[in-house]
């Protein structure tokens, strides 16, 4: 990881429907533009994700999604209007920053959701995007969702007992409905009940990860970010993400042209490598590393292979050529262990 770095710019982007984006600026700002999107949904934008970056080559622009981080309104005042925070309205609001900032075209970076948020902001834009790196590939398909917040119970099946009764839901409720109850919950006027949803929700969450060793990031979010981060959530996995299921890998070849690389842990239980794969299959120009030890939230190995690929695109222009390397190298997963 690169040094802490501060931005040198930052600003409130008004986006219409009585929302303001939250942006910042770091590095070079005459270097290569890299816009890093933050996972959740609902996450916020965390200074740690630009030190991936060499800031003496990118110029890095982070932002705060709809209604969480330093963004207005915030998500956890049950007053704020979800219905005017869609995942294309995600897209719409990632263009008017780019035009904002006098950007042509950049380079995305995320993972989990923002790996969901990247692919369709590229589909819908893909002239304006040079390349793409993705740590934990999702695409928030209803039958994802479905196994993370019911499949992987088998894993964890008193955990998700106490999930399932945070929702009054009996036995054997469907992911989605389980989703759509405490989507409701999460509505209720009532704080109290709407802590004690997102605390049952982030304990869920952190029981899926819990294998991984690395605390527990969900329930460490406090008072209102982790309100507003939860809603958020359950808000679009009620709705599939607000895409057609199956739409990102079906619609990848729209992504032909644009070098990706692709990194996936192997003991990802929140999102098997399944996904991973499929996309890899349906894009033509992306990489998949997966890492043999790695979880979600990723492990020495991710970050090496997320450096390398930042590394090389930091001295590409952004065509496929550019980055030639054979088909089968593009296809293929490399099994990777992590450094010790």
Known sequence: MFAELAPHDEGMLDVGDGNHV????AGNPEGKPALVVHGGPG???????????????????QFDQRGCGRSTPHASDPAT????NTTDHLIAD???????????RWLLYGGSWGSTLILAYAETHPERVTEIVIAAVTTTRRSETAWLYEGVGRYFPEAHERFRAGADAPPHTGGQDLIRAYAALMNHPDRSVREKAAA????WEDAVLSLEGQGTPYMDRVDDTRLGFVRICAHYFAHGAFLEEGALI????RLAGIPGVLVHGRLDLGGPAATAWELAQAWPDAELHIVASGGHLGVD???THVKDAL????TATGTAADTATTGATRTAATETTPER
């Open 311 to 314: 590394a090389r695109f930091g």
């Open 250 to 253: 079906r619609d990848a070849h």
């Open 94 to 104: 990632m263009e008017r920053l780019r035009i904002h900032l006098g950007i042509d």
């Open 200 to 203: 049952d929700w982030c304990t």
């Open 43 to 61: 996450s916020g934008s965390s200074p740690n994700a630009r030190r991936v970056f060499d800031p003496a080559v990118y110029r890095i622009v």
């Open 22 to 25: 939250y942006w910042s600026v």
């Open 81 to 84: 209007d979800l219905s005017v």
């Open 301 to 303: 190995g991710t970050r």
